[in-house]
Each structure stands twice: as structure tokens, then as C-alpha cells.
């Protein structure tokens, strides 16, 4: 059920890594690119010649328009069109859009015609350069990933700073920051309808044999990094915002933990050894450290208001791991920078900005002053532990769409 071909990673040159992503704040571990297949030769006993033309042709326009916007996907700059006059992320999301009812068609209620055809799609994470599988739902995966990353794309695109209209230091605006959050939550509702309703579809076997960009572990961490960064520019907002209470900003910080921490549990054991996937390893480390520099911040700010010898103690204790965390988080940075492809950090904001300055700062007066009060005895050498929050973000609930109306008893033969 579903024959599988893989391509071992030396086989060709189809898959085009580029030397340097420019700037990233939110990570895309690639594109995976579809190849062209022939749907009239494996479908055109089966389906009308107008129905085969169309899913060729819905088809065609991915296969085209991914090919040209791949190697550009982590351009930092805005643009209307590529070169050549391609398509832009958005255009080739909606393609996939379009594509998406009428490829459901192949699946309806365990239709036989599933099994016709042979999808073939580049992959980026995996070791084997491209994954073809004789499965229906294997399109739909792959189409449903490729859609999660052109909105991760498109965030990273409106979370880079811009130059202002005053001419001072580039900033990210609140529009932008609103706008992210809500493309995060759909980026993260499509994955997590990847993880309950498709990857189910799939044989056991067949599971197993899915490349590591679409193996659930990845698909999770993907959803999950979604959501951290959605609560990283909550936080930062809380920051802004006169009205936030401490209390506040550390419950952000410390489900923001949450967050990058099962990230990192769903990958930390994966294959991710080849370029992009090594990379997203480290992108999830550094993000998680950062976090957790945060959430103690927070928590030792918090523990620092107490009126005992004991919680001045705690109050030390985590605002100086606060800052073992964040120099950690510095060199986890540089190590993901460092990683193939090269990426650089775009100019600070928000959370990081902010903690870069205080965390330091206060962790040093704070260090200083209960020093002089309390013996070195009597503080707590280690970091107390964080609050447990319940996590309060899901994803955006993303239903398949329904099938095309083209998939009519008319178009359809028998088999």
C-alpha cells in the first residue's frame, strides 16, 4: 500500500542549499519542493480528461512556482515578485489552497484511486534527497507542511525590523506583531491537523518510511515553536505595556519555557543530521535557553518583593541563573548562526532586547545587595524552581477543506 522510492542524498543535484539565509528570527528549515508528475499516464483511465487536466494543472502551477521561490525563501527583504517575475509566498500558498479539494478527491472514503500515482518531493531535513510514495495522503501531508512553512516564512518576513518613518533605530511595528501572532496560530493548526487527521491515514509501515521532515516528532516541534513564539512577542508587548504586572510577564516567560522545552523533546532524539535539520536543532536549543533566562528574570523580580531572608535568597539565586542562562543563550545563538546554511541575528527588539540590557544590570545589583545583608551561607546556590502554568495558546483549528465539486459521478470512471 503506497510504494516508496528514495533517492539516497548523492544521487543528484536537485536539492539547492543555500551558503546564507540572511537574517532569521523565526526559523524555516527549507522548502520541500514537489517534482513534476504525470497524472494523465496513471490517472487518465480513471478520471475524465477534464478532471485529469485539472489536477495536472493545479499541480503544474506548485511544481513551477515552488521551484522559484525555494531559493529565495529566506531573502530578508520585502518583494512583490521574484526576477523572473514569479510568485510570491502568498501566491503560492493560495495555489496550494486551490490545489488541496481537488487532490482530496484521490482519498475520498478509501477511494482506489489513492494508490495511482506517484508523488516525488525534494526533501531538506532528511538524509535521503527525495521521498516518492505511491499515497494520496503523502501529497496531502507534504502540501499541508509546505503551506505551515510559507506562513513561518511570511512571519519571519514581518518580524524583521524596518527602518522607521522617523528615521531612528529600526523597529518592529505593533501591526506586524499582531499580524505574526495570528499567522503563527494557522501555521500551527495546519501541522496539528497533520499530526490528528493525516499522518493517521498512513500504514504503519508506510509511516516509518516517511522522510524526518514529515515524521510526527518534527510536525509537533514545528507547531510548538509556532506557539513559543507567539507567547515570546506576548511578552514583549507585556513589556511595552505600563498595565502588565510582573506576575504577568512571568507567566509568559515560563509557559514560553514550556513551549521550547517540548519542542526540543519532540526532535532531541531524530535523525536531524544534515544541514537544515541540524540547524533546527540548534534553533530550538537557543530559543529554549532564552526562554528560561526570562522566565528566572521574571520569577527572581517576583521572589526579590518578599519580605524574608529566605526569598531574598531564592531572589539571587535565580536572577543569577537568569544570567548564566542568558550568556548561554548568546552562545547557543552563535552556534545556530554558525551552523550551514549561515544565518545572522537581525538587530535586537522586544524580549531580548530588553533582557539584554536588565538581566545583566539587575542581576548585579540585586547580587550585591543581598550579598552585603545575608551571609553567603545562607543563599541558595542553586536556582529555585519555576511556576507551573497551564499552557493557555493552542493552535487555530484547521479543518481539510472539503472535496472539489469536479469529483462528480460523471468524471469519475469505475476501477
Not at 524526518?212 to 510536525?219: N, Q, Y
Not at 542553586?382 to 469536479?406: H, N, R, V
Request: a neutral charge; aromatic letters at 8%; proline letters at 5%.
Amino acid at each position: 500500500m503506497g510504494c516508496l522510492v528514495s533517492t539516497p542524498k548523492d544521487s543528484g543535484g536537485n536539492r539547492r542549499r543555500p551558503g546564507s539565509i540572511g537574517e532569521v528570527f523565526v526559523y524555516i528549515p527549507g522548502f520541500r519542493i514537489p517534482k513534476a508528475v504525470d497524472v494523465s499516464v496513471s490517472l487518465g483511465d480513471h478520471l475524465s480528461t477534464n478532471l485529469v487536466e485539472r489536477l495536472s494543472a493545479l499541480r503544474t502551477r506548485i511544481v513551477v512556482m515552488a521551484g522559484q521561490e525555494a531559493p529565495t525563501v529566506t531573502r530578508t527583504k520585502r518583494k512583490s515578485a521574484t526576477q523572473h517575475g514569479g510568485s510570491t509566498l502568498a501566491d503560492l500558498h493560495q495555489a496550494l489552497e486551490d490545489y488541496l479539494p481537488v487532490l482530496l478527491g484521490l482519498v475520498k472514503d478509501g477511494s482506489h484511486l489513492q494508490h495511482k500515482l506517484q508523488f516525488v518531493w525534494i526533501n531538506q531535513e532528511d538524509d535521503t534527497e527525495e521521498t516518492a510514495m505511491s499515497n494520496a495522503w503523502y501529497e496531502v501531508l507534504s502540501v499541508l507542511h509546505l503551506m505551515a512553512m510559507l506562513l513561518l516564512s511570511q512571519a519571519n518576513l514581518l518580524l524583521l525590523p524596518r527602518i522607521s518613518a522617523d528615521g531612528y533605530q529600526p523597529k518592529v511595528s505593533a501591526e506586524s506583531r499582531r499580524a505574526s501572532i495570528d499567522i503563527f496560530l494557522k501555521a500551527a493548526g495546519y501541522l496539528d491537523c497533520a499530526v490528528h487527521h493525516v499522518l493517521p491515514q498512513f500504514p504503519a509501515a508506510l509511516r516509518r518510511d516517511l522522510p524526518v521532515d514529515l515524521v510526527e516528532g518534527v510536525l509537533r516541534a514545528l507547531s510548538l515553536q509556532a506557539l513559543g513564539q507567539v507567547v515570546d512577542i506576548q511578552l514583549g508587548m507585556a513589556i511595552d505595556s505600563a498595565k502588565a504586572t510582573l506576575a504577568v510577564k512571568r507567566r509568559l516567560a515560563c509557559e514560553m519555557v514550556k513551549y521550547w522545552q517540548q519542542a526540543q523533546d519532540n526532535i532531541m532524539n531524530l535523525p536531524l543530521a544534515n544541514g537544515w535539520g541540524e540547524k533546527h536543532r540548534l534553533f530550538v536549543k537557543w530559543k529554549y535557553v532564552e526562554a528560561k533566562a526570562a522566565a528566572y528574570y521574571y520569577h527572581g523580580l517576583i521572589l526579590d518583593e518578599g519580605n524574608t531572608e529566605k526569598s531574598h535568597g531564592m531572589a539571587v539565586a535565580a536572577l543569577q541563573a537568569a544570567d548564566e542562562y542568558f550568556k548561554e543563550s548568546r552562545r547557543a545563538c552563535e552556534a545556530f548562526n554558525a551552523a550551514s546554511p549561515l544565518s545572522r541575528n537581525p538587530p535586537l527588539w522586544g524580549t531580548v532586547k530588553y533582557l539584554s540590557e536588565k538581566i545583566p544590570k539587575d542581576t548585579s545589583s540585586k547580587v550585591r545587595i543581598n550579598r552585603d545583608l545575608y551571609s553567603h551561607e545562607k543563599i541558595m546556590e542553586t536556582a529555585p524552581t519555576l511556576p507551573d502554568f497551564a499552557l493557555s495558546l493552542k493552535p487555530d483549528e484547521y479543518q481539510l477543506p472539503s472535496m472539489d465539486s469536479s469529483w462528480n459521478e460523471e468524471n469519475v470512471n469505475g476501477g
